[in-house]
């Protein structure tokens, strides 16, 4: 059985990209179990073989991924909508005709190669109900806000109020505390 919250990819087998890192528990084997004993580690930490650099030390404990892990669903998320929120903050008011079709592939292309295949599906049937507006960057920037709360409702997270994504993405907020 699958650990809940855990997503299985297209070939049937758990899929880590598509799955938060608090749900990624992957199975403890009895050499494992009888190391931590022999070395007095209990179920929930992780210790150094000394000299065989075997095991690397952990003391993470967070809900995501170690900083030196590739990313879980969440961190991949958040990195993509920085990402494209940001370079719609920053696209042109009035985009050349290359700009716009980059743009759209761009856009376009992460329904394809996405490594989380079930948001890269997800994504693809939304931009295909909404097409992305690449007419002006604020254009862009409302348009790819609505994309971003449609998937915050699927999670259950709040929304964003889209009349801020110049604050959030471009300018900072007017305390300059971003300056």
Request: hydrophobic share 25%; proline share 10%.
């Amino acid at each position: 059985t699958l650990p809940p919250g855990m997503v299985l990819g297209p070939d049937g087998k758990p899929c880590k990209i598509c799955t938060a890192f608090r749900n990624w528990k992957p199975g403890t084997t009895e050499a494992d179990s009888n190391r931590d004993k022999q070395q007095g580690a209990s179920p929930t930490s992780s210790n150094s073989t000394s000299g065989s650099g075997e095991h690397a030390e952990m003391s993470y404990r967070g809900d995501g991924p170690p900083p030196d892990c590739p990313p879980d669903v969440e961190v991949l998320g958040r990195s993509t909508w920085s990402f494209l929120h940001t370079a719609a903050a920053y696209f042109p008011d009035k985009p050349t005709p290359a700009q716009r079709a980059s743009m759209i592939s761009l856009i376009r292309s992460l329904s394809v190669v996405y490594p989380c295949t079930w948001c890269a599906t997800d994504f693809g049937k939304d931009i295909s109900s909404n097409p992305p507006d690449v007419s002006s960057g604020e254009k862009l920037s409302k348009w790819l806000c609505d994309r971003h709360n449609e998937v915050n409702k699927k999670l259950g997270k709040d929304e964003f109020d889209c009349r801020k994504v110049l604050e959030r993405w471009r300018d900072g907020p007017s305390d300059g505390r971003c300056d």
